[in-house]
């Protein structure tokens, strides 16, 4: 009976404040102080207001809300925007060092083959370099000469003969390429009498070499020349009028010579 007596107010009570009500969060509210029977006008002028102040801060909050998402947003797309600047930057220095180093790659390609094309070069000349190298003796008939008149030596024993330059047959060697030639010529003799040899370029004597044998029992004589040829140009060695030499096994007249270097 007593549970009824106040239960009874308690349910109009409810009815009362549910009537005037604006929101059910208030209801609630009203509704949680189920030990209060009676709510009086400033209670509810009271709560009202603090209603108010709710929805006036949650509106700042959500305004809040609102700036900090657009804040973020703002940030989030000037992060996007950076990370887009550094890809590109990144992708212009990456695109320079490429093309940098294909520049190079370029460079070393050119001077490789410039170097290769050098080489081949090289290679021609020297294939077409003519190896000459000579070196041969008189005779193994002993004397020689004296004639009444110059005689071209024909140095018949070929030791060396490389390039084919000297001709045995006529005496006479022919520079194959121009350039500097190195001549040597040596004669001896251990007859009482003039002895001696001239070496020729082309028609001119460039040396002459030669000894009178009074008392030796020998004398030889030699001398050597470089001499600048031009292709075709020939040398020989030719014996003077009235003078004689000797040449038998030991090669003791003798003739030699070779390209120093075309030019
Ligand atoms: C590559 O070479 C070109 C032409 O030779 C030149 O214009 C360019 O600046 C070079 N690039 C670099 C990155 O060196
Ligand atoms: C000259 O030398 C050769 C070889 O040694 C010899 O046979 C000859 O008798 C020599 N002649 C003279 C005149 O000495
Ligand atoms: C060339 O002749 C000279 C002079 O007779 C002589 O001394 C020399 O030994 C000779 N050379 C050779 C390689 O026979």
New binding site residues.
């Given amino acids: 009976m007593r549970s009824a007596k106040v239960f009874l107010p308690l349910l109009l009570c409810l009815h009362w404040t549910w009537a005037y009500s604006e929101n059910e969060g208030l209801k609630q509210e009203v509704r949680a102080a189920h030990d209060q029977t009676y709510i009086s006008a400033e209670m509810w002028a009271e709560l009202k207001e603090l209603r108010d102040m709710a929805i006036e801060h949650r509106t700042k909050i959500e305004k809040l809300e609102q700036q900090s998402t657009y804040m973020q947003l703002i940030h989030v797309s000037s992060s996007e925007k950076e990370v887009e600047e550094l890809k590109e930057r990144k992708q212009v220095n990456l695109l320079?060092r490429v093309?940098?180093s294909e520049?190079k790659s370029t460079v070393l390609e050119a001077r490789m083959s410039s170097s290769e094309k050098e080489v081949e070069e090289l290679k021609r000349e020297k294939a077409d370099r003519p190896k000459v190298a000579f070196s041969i003796g008189l005779t193994d008939a002993g004397q020689v000469g004296p004639f009444n008149t110059k005689i071209t030596l024909k140095f018949s024993k070929v030791f060396t003969n490389v390039g084919q330059a000297y001709n045995p047959h006529t005496g006479i060697f022919t520079a194959p390429v121009r350039g500097a030639y190195y001549f040597k010529f040596s004669a001896w003799d251990n007859r009482s009498s003039w002895m001696g040899a001239e070496l020729y370029h082309n028609d001119k004597r460039m040396t002459w070499i030669f000894h009178h044998n009074d008392r030796e029992s020998y004398s030889s004589v030699s001398n050597a020349f470089v001499l600048q040829l031009e292709q075709g140009d020939v040398v020989y060695i030719v014996l003077s009028t009235g003078y004689g030499v000797y040449d038998a096994e030991y090669n003791l007249m003798n003739f030699s010579g070779f390209l120093l270097f075309a030019l």
């Fill in positions: 320079t093309t940098a520049n």
